[in-house]
Structures are given as C-alpha cells and as structure tokens.
C-alpha cells in the first residue's frame, strides 16, 4: 500500500485503502490497481471496483459519500455484473454495455433528498405565488407535517396526486417551482404526445434503435431516488390495446410493491422506484382510465380569482423580467395599471398573462434609450384583449 497520504488518490487516505482492498495477500489472484488507475477513476467520480469483494466498496461510498440516515439501495450491483458479462457476448451492444458498465463504477446506493426543517417557509412562499392552490398546498403541509414526526424524513408526499384543473390555471408551472424550492429532480412527461411505454421504460436492446427509458435516467443517472415526476395532461394519454401503450406502462410504476422492482427494457436491471414522487395533471377526468384515476387522490385546482390575479401578476412580471435578464432595462415592479388591465380581461389565464406580459416588453422596447433610465410597462403596451401581437419589431425576446 502507499507509503504515506500523499501518494494516496485524491480523496483518499489510508483507512480508505484497508476498507477497500485490505491487506496485500500474495496467495490471492487479484491484484490492487495502480495508483495511476485509482487516480483514473477518481476523476470521474467513481471510486475503484475489486471484483472479489464489490460489497467492500459499497460499504466505503456509504460511509464518505452518503448520509447513512438517508441511504438507499436503487439496484444491485451483482445483478448488473451478470448482465454485463452476458452483453459481452452480443453484437452491437455497445451502448448497452456503457450504460451497465457506468452503474457499476457509480454504485446501487443513493441517497435520498430529504425533507427540508424550513417546508412550512417553503410552503407558505409557493401559496403566496399561487393563491389558488391553497388546497393542494395544505394537503402537502399536513403529509409533510406527518412526516417530520419520523427521525429521517425524506421528501415523500405520501400520495400519487392529480391536480385537475381548467387548462392555463397554473398547474404544470406550479409542480416546476414544488420541485426547486424542495431540491430535488424534476421530470414532466408529456402524456398527450406520448404514443408508447418506450420513452418511460425503455426500448429493448433486441432493437436498433433501443435505448433506456427516462425513469431509468432520472433513477441511475441523475442518482435521485425519490425525484418529482409530472405526468402532464395524463388524462389525455393514449388506452388502446397495444401491449406498448403508454397507460399500461405506469400501471406498475404508480403502484409501490410493483414499483420496487422495476425494470427498465433496455437495461433489464431491477430498480427500486418506489420512492418517486408522482403528480399528475389534468383538465377533466371523466374519461380517464379508472385503473390509472384510482391510483391519484385528486385534487381540485380552480381558476384563479381576480383578486388571485392581482397577487400573481406582480410575481409573473417579475419572474418574466429576471428570466430575460432584463432587470437593467426596465423596472421589476409592475404599474397597478397593468395589473387592473390583465385581471379584468375575461376568460383570462395565467398562460395568457405571461403571453401578453412577454409582448407588452417587446412592445415597451421602443422607449429604452441609452441614458439608463429604467422604463415602467404602460397599459398602452399591452397587446389588445386576446392578441399576443407585437406592435413593434423588437428583437431581444
């Protein structure tokens, strides 16, 4: 073994080495790698692999990497071992044996995200943004609230949820913001464009085009275990009776004995997805498959009031402004003016606000000039009742 630390990887030190190959033993076939080897690998992140003993370098990722209260075992490592070596033996498998050759240099243990002290704070802040969410946001409240009684909570909301709604109400921009203020990955999947399992649960390596699914991503790639996952407009998805239709590809997923041994069709690997997060949207459910309805507890998501209106447009315009990295140009706080225009139009939708907010700046462009001073969005700026139009041609959004 090295003389002293500092000929030891990156990261290393000598309680590391023991733990992981321990002493030299000349009767064994094994050899140690090199330290040019080891310092190989650990520029990737991954920390080496001895065959003979891979539950040795479980032990050491948990013990430097993972919180031991929030560890979580997402796949075995043996199990991908002997897939590998029966890749090895096809053709054209080459990016079946990348993927499987990345999960063992990464490992099966995770750790999960857990639940923030502050979730009330983080609550409140989101209810603030979206008045009219105020159900969903107390239904998150009392789980979570529930779930700080444990000693490790971890972010789990206890429920599949479907927030049913009218469309343009806000639902697909809250469940972005739910997922970045509680720090965790965030997948949408688009369920009205979806025509097949393939993209969530992967194609089979048989195929020439096959590749893994994005809950295979989202699990053992980005190494999130419990992510957000928003199955959007899923009561538009697709329930014919091919045996790839998207519907039939989340009867498993949504249930959580069935989710804990997951597999992906490509890499065909067991996973333990029984920690994701799982919203649904939808704008009417009276046609939706009762299989895939009664795995949600359904939450009611009206449109917004228009003194609702009045509390989210300062916060849009604002939100709008910073996106553009415009806030140099004009000013982060909107005319009352604007605001009384926008929530009066009838039929209006948070969709269509942000529309017409964005076009009302371009329309507003014509008046910056180059002394520095900010310009206010005017009611003259914003684009006629149900037009998006922009009246001049202005190129910076």
Known sequence: MPKDDSNLPEGWNHEDWDRVFGPRDPEKEFRKPTLEEL??????????????????????????????????????????????????????????????????????????????????????????????????????????????????????????????????????????????????????????SATNGFDLTGLSAGWGNGKAGKIHAVLADERCPNPICLLDEVDKAGADNDRHNFTGALYGLLEKNNARKFKDEFVNVTLDASMINWFGTSNDTTYMDSAILD???????????????????????????????????????????????????????????????????ANAAVRVNKDGGKVFLTTEDLPEDGQTNVRQRMGFI
């Not at 910073?322 to 982060?332: I, S």
């Open 39 to 192: 310092s190989s690998l650990t520029k990737t992140g991954a920390k080496p692999v001895r065959r003979s003993d891979r539950n040795n370098r479980l032990r050491m990722v948990n013990g430097r990497n993972i919180n031991h209260a929030y560890a979580f075992t997402l796949y075995d490592v043996d199990e991908v071992q002997r897939q590998l070596d029966s890749a090895k033996t096809k053709k054209d498998a080459e990016e079946l044996t990348r993927c499987l050759r990345q999960m063992i240099m990464r490992s099966g243990q995770v750790q999960l995200v857990p639940q923030p002290t502050n979730y009330e704070g983080i609550l409140d802040n989101l209810e603030k943004k979206y008045p009219h969410f105020g159900n969903v946001t107390e239904f998150l409240r009392n789980r979570m609230r529930l779930n700080a009684l444990k000693k490790h909570p971890v972010l789990n909301f206890g429920a599949n949820l479907l927030l049913n709604g009218p469309a343009g109400c806000g639902k697909s921009s809250f469940m972005m913001e739910l997922a970045e203020s509680f720090e965790t990955k965030f997948l949408s999947i688009s369920c009205a």
């Open 295 to 361: 795995r949600f507890t359904v939450l009611q998501v009206h449109a917004p009031t228009q003194q609702d209106l009045k509390k989210i447009i300062p916060q849009i315009y604002r939100q709008t402004v910073l996106e553009h990295e415009l806030q140099e140009v004009f000013t982060t706080e909107v005319n009352a003016d604007v605001v009384q225009a926008l929530s009066s139009q009838e039929s209006i939708s948070i969709r269509r606000i942000k529309a017409s907010l964005e076009t009302a700046l």
